[in-house]
């Protein structure tokens, strides 16, 4: 075996602080190679060494603006059918609890309800109950968008009735 002695003294010396570093011994070198106490070699090896408890990381209820479970539930029921492929069922989770981290459970049902009824790809029959956490994760902030725009415009200048009434009518529409 070669110990860190003999390798630094194989090394040719290129400067002075090499130099200093051949001279020194193994513990100086490496602090982790200093021997073991005696006592401390025979807790080790009889595996009596007590050891601090490991703390496991939980993960922060207050930081989860939404129940998992329940959002997973609300997507198997409007989509008809729950996974079963764990892989899915994985990836559909680990969507879910990043959609709850970011969303309330106010915005789901709004959030589903336009995919379903007025976006041009999800409302159509064959894409509407493929609709889960993935996708509702990644539509999520396109689609508050679009119903936040729609919230300040009024009805009225949405179907072109603008023209024909008054602001007072304009202002009894509700939204």
């Known amino acids: 075996m070669v110990t860190p002695e003999v390798a630094l003294q194989a090394m040719p010396a290129k400067d002075d602080a090499h130099v200093d570093q051949i001279t020194m011994s193994s513990s100086e070198l490496f602090p982790a190679s200093v ?12 595996g009596n060494v007590t050891r601090k408890p490991r703390e496991h990381k939980k993960a922060d209820e207050t930081s989860s603006k ?3 479970k329940e ?31 970011l969303h309330a459970l106010e915005e789901l049902d709004p959030v589903l309800d336009y995919l379903q009824q007025r976006d041009p790809y999800w409302s159509k029959p064959e894409n509407k109950y493929r609709i889960g956490g993935i996708t509702l994760l990644k539509e999520t902030p396109r689609v508050l968008a679009t119903l936040e725009k729609r919230k300040q415009q009024p009805q009225a ?15 009894a529409i509700p939204y």
């Not at 073991?36 to 807790?43: T, W």
Request: proline share 5%; charged share 25%; net charge positive.
């Open 71 to 101: 959002v997973h539930s609300r997507i198997n029921a409007r989509r008809g059918y729950a996974l079963e492929e764990r892989v899915d069922l994985i990836r559909e989770n680990q969507a879910i609890k990043t959609w709850c981290h």
């Open 35 to 46: 021997p073991l106490s005696q006592q401390e070699a025979v807790k080790r090896a009889s």
């Open 157 to 171: 200048l949405l179907y072109g009735l603008a023209p024909t009434l008054t602001p007072d009518q304009l202002r």
């Open 66 to 68: 939404c129940d998992t």
